[in-house]
């Protein structure tokens, strides 16, 4: 059939666009029409809005291919799209996942071992059906010669003729697009691939406005107060971690067995600055709260460690994950994802433990205060079984697989709580480190995850969803204390928290006053060892 094709048909461009976006809207657009019919069942909405809609997307796609498709680019151009909606609709039709430019920021920085881990069976029969075949069908497909001046005439006439057609449809349905649009318009977040080459063009002309932004310094004021002993504080970045699944905040599971004999404070109402690292890493170590975060200004604006470092003390951070997003850029940065410095690794990763091997050796180097970070890969998904060795596999059976829908919701939620055991584990031996310093520092470990994660809850996995509507899996996140007794002073403030409500915007000022660092940035209101007032 294909031969036949290649040797038989002959086509226009302007109608080699319109078949190519007629089957996007029809096989790469499930996750639209299955978010569009939940707010508009069948059985209560008028049948010619439906078609209207459908009809809308599929303008839409012409619309936005017309404009990117030239007489010269457009078979490269539509092979390319091919390919990537292919990828966009198996990771929207498995995980509910939305496109956004937050999405697309986190997928161009994901490095090749998460790439990995994303890959199954299911995923590239995907892309071979609804990316390869149609690509060789483009591939082979005879233009017939126009000029450039018929192509694109040709075009303006469909996309006039279109847009007429669908200023019609809009003034018939005026009232009902009204509502969609104001009330639903996160369902866009599914248009495939119209919504993602939004995008990426908002991503790449961002990136090119802000490349030459200068580094805005912050907190070159800072100063430590003289104290007795100098302090040693570690801080774990946890990795895809929920509140939810920690016994210390009420899980039914024992998930925190080793924690729940160290005395620590567990805070249990605290939110995410987002959904995503890519989000969440920085703006958890700026001084911009949420209210007024901005990736572009985070990024060119220095953060709590440049001001711990202005101030004199030393910071080094450890990563087993993809990277500290920018935050550690001006400090002792390494990554422990490798054999070459982590001793605790086997075939499938190295181990969030390991990131304490040689860290006694790094501290009795020093003088002066520390601070130090461990950023795990914690419960990174899909592939949740990778997370742990095999002795923290307590709860069975498990998804073993990255294909969480070959597991049952039972399975997969096993194989997660597993890795809140590992990160037990990881906690409580780092603490065990901590208080061997305990002589000759004030220590203090502060744990703090990233951003949550679905685990099927309304048919949404992994994270990433936008903050608006992001569901509270994604979005609740442990944060721990555990002190040494130096730093016992503290408690009694910090237990004032335990059940307020509370997000990152306090990470940065309760840092520098554990740190016990001066500076005008600092803002009391935002400290958990100021007690909360009654």
Known sequence: MLNYIRKNLHIKLHHLVIVVALFFSICCNGS???????????????????????????????????????KNTVKPVLIV????????????????????????????????????????????????FLGVIPSYVVFTTKLITQTAKQVTLAKIKVVFALLAI???????????????????????????????????TKVVVRSIQN??????????????????????????VGET?????????????????????????????????????????????????????DGDKVKHTEDLLDVLHHAGVTILWRDNNS????????????????????????VDECRDVGMLGGLQGFIDKQQGDMFIVLHQ???????????????FEQFTPTCKTNDLE??????????????IMYTDYFLDETIKLLQKNQATFNVAMFYVGDHGESLGEHGLYLHGVPNFIAPIEQRKVPFIVWLGDGYQHLAPALKTFTHSAINHDYLFHTMLSVMQIQTKLYNPKLDLTVSKQP
């Open 406 to 419: 070959q597991c049952s919701k039972e399975e997969i939620i096993n194989a997660y709580d597993n890795t």
């Open 323 to 346: 990277s500290s997003k920018g935050v550690a850029d001006r400090v002792a940065y390494e990554d422990w994802r490798s054999p070459k410095l982590n001793k605790i690794c086997d």
């Open 32 to 70: 639209f029409y299955q978010a569009f019919l939940a707010d508009y069942p069948l059985q209560t909405t008028e049948l010619g809005f439906v078609c209207a809609v459908i009809f809308g997307l599929f303008s839409l796609h012409i619309l936005v291919l017309s404009l990117i498709c030239f």
């Open 211 to 236: 490349s030459n932004q200068p580094l805005v310094k912050i907190g070159e004021d800072a100063k430590l107060v003289t104290h007795d002993k100098p302090n040693l504080v570690i801080m774990v």
């Open 81 to 128: 799209l091919l390919i990537s909606s292919a990828f966009v609709t198996y990771f929207m039709d498995a995980y509910n996942v939305m496109i956004n430019v937050d999405v697309v920021r986190n997928a161009l920085n994901t490095d090749a071992r998460e790439l990995r881990d994303l890959f199954s069976f299911t995923l590239l029969a995907h892309v071979f």
């Open 377 to 391: 890969m914690g419960s990174h998904g899909p592939a949740y079984f990778k997370r742990y060795p095999k002795e």
């Open 166 to 200: 669908n200023v019609v449809i809009f003034l018939y349905y005026g009232a009902a697009f009204a509502s969609f649009f104001r009330e639903h318009h996160s369902i866009r977040y599914y248009a495939n691939p119209a919504n993602y080459i939004y995008a990426v």
């Open 241 to 293: 971690v929920r509140s939810d699944h920690f016994s210390l905040n009420g899980y039914p599971r024992k998930t925190n067995p080793l924690l729940a004999k160290r005395g620590v404070i567990a805070m249990h109402d605290v939110t995410s600055c987002g959904t995503s690292t890519n989000i969440s890493l920085p703006c958890m170590f700026s001084n911009f709260t949420q209210e007024h975060y």
